[in-house]
């Protein structure tokens, strides 16, 4: 229907416009289109767990994040064993210090000797917390410190939780009794009278004696699942809220380290928290712009909690093993073939750590830490971003031991950092020769390049590996503020490339955004899913994306047409449907990247009997693509739901300018 040969003063120009953007009238401009929505004959499945999240390490995303630990520097193993501490009070040269008993203790060498004898009145440590420490009202901490103390009277201990400007809103006392050489553990609550996004702890020591203390630590009782020493609830919550089908980690790069001496080994990052080898991250220096000096891997999340968060919230686990190679954007080291055999090892080991049972070696670990049912593991990638005959020569060897012992693990390998190119093509090639199961595809590109590249998987090969995009994030050039980056513009053109990947979810099995969470005073990395402060969890655009795709999924692949061509972007549409099967529901989405609306006809008329009177239209939807979410306005940008009419066996839709739009349809027996 066409508008634009009526004549119409300014007033009705005006109400004309109110109307549009409200969604009440057709568009003024274009035809209206007709799109047929049909299930495909194919039968074509779609993996259930196509939709995922990519985790790592990276802007504060586990050590300062996810991880809810508030005390930075727990152990006092960062490079400056004090980074983070302060001394309060009146301590003589000697009183305090740091000692290293590595001869003994490789993995944990450094503890804090306090030597009350040789202070006069109290002595204090203060933590500054990781950009201060999230504390909530009402809500109650557990302290813990590991201490021995063999003569003296008990020690006094008081701690403290202090808001920015010095005033104590929690306070806690207890003693340090007599204890022989060994390490005892100690835990006490402490309750916060008022909540504060920078509030810091500190612990006051009163005694006649030396007492070593270690691991001093700070929780929330409240985490995810209540576990203690868990993980931030309101983090691991928008993680759940996207119903992903699998939890990609450690990373990333941090899988394969600056160097090799830097590499992920998950072998250290499980067992006891106080045996765990910390490693610097290697975002700690990445970048000279976003230099964060404090930024270390404690491993309070290890492979176990990877596991167990995965199983949490519903997710395969598809952990990322080094495959003998450091970063090659770093040092770019390798193994010597021959001595390959520990990192092979390490990967069979992962398997049975995840599945073996109780009586394995690795099994029996993962049963002491809790779990003695197997996590049931499928698929595991072997290198994160590497690429050169030297990785393929690598990777071959990890796929033969693995297919050998465990022939139904899915082994995931990578196609390097580039979606297209020489080193893509090669890499692509000869994995497909190597019949790996799954093929990495990486791709952070301008806006564009997701347009332009919707039909990317249209044409795949369909018998050999599938594809797992396992890290895509659309990079605008808006660089005002870091958060600003995951604008409005970025978000819809992802939701147009999605189009295509679930046109494709035969050949697609996998797909994560990446990276997953940035803390705005911690990150080195934008754009990204989710932000957070302290305190609050911020939703961006592109996440309400990816949720919108993962909790509007189906079961097999049916196909909305114009003129019997997929729409790819013909006048700036882009669709894709679904039907799932279980539900009877047929899922139809559609996003308009125009700058105005169009009007469009989807004609269900091959389902005709079994159309509802109204189906459910969730839109989002934003004119300005610059637009974003953020601190102040954190949901400027957000999905609404509202119930749409059929007619006539079709839905008439007036695609707003610059949405996406998703309907619903349950179909009646
Ligand atoms: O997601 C951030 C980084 O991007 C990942 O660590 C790496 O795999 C990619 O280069």
Redesign the pocket.
Known sequence: MIFSSLHMNSVKLGVLASLMALGAVRSVVGQERHFSVRLEAENRTINPNLWGV?F?D?NFGADGGIYAELIKNRSFEFFRPMMGWKILGDTPEGAVMVLNREQTHETNPRFLRIDNAKISGTVGLENEGFRGMGIRKGEEYTFSLMYRQPTGTPTSCRIQLVDSVGNAIGESVFFLENTDDDWQRISVGIRAKSTEAKARFVIWFDGNAAVDVDMLSLFPVETWNNRPNGLRKDMVQVLADMNPGFLRFP????VEGFDLSQRYQWKNTVGPIEDRQMVVNRWNFEFANRLTPDYFQTFGLGFFEYFQLAEDIGAEALPIINCGMACQYNTGEVVPIDQLGPYVQDALDLVEFANGDISTTWGKVRAEMGHPEPFNLKMMGVG??NWGPQYLERLAIFQKALKDRYPDIKVVASSG?DPQGERFEYLDTNLRKMGVDLIDE?F?REPQWFLSNAARYDHYERNGPKIFAG?YAAHTKQKVKPEDKNNWEAALAEAAFLTGVERNADVVELASY??LFAHYEGWQ?TPDLIWVDNLQVYLTPSYYVQKIFATNTGTHIASVQENGQNLTGQEGIYSSAVFNREDKELVIKLVNTNASQQSVVLDLSTFKKRLPKTVTHTLLQESNILATNRVGEPETIHPAVKDLRVEKNSLRVEALPKSLNVFKVKLTL
């Not at 990373?251 to 941090?254: A, H, N, V």
Request: proline share 6%; hydrophobic share 30%; glycine share 12%.
């Open positions: 990519f790592e990276i990373g990333g790069c941090i994160n971003e950092t990486h952070y890290e990446a990276p990395w």
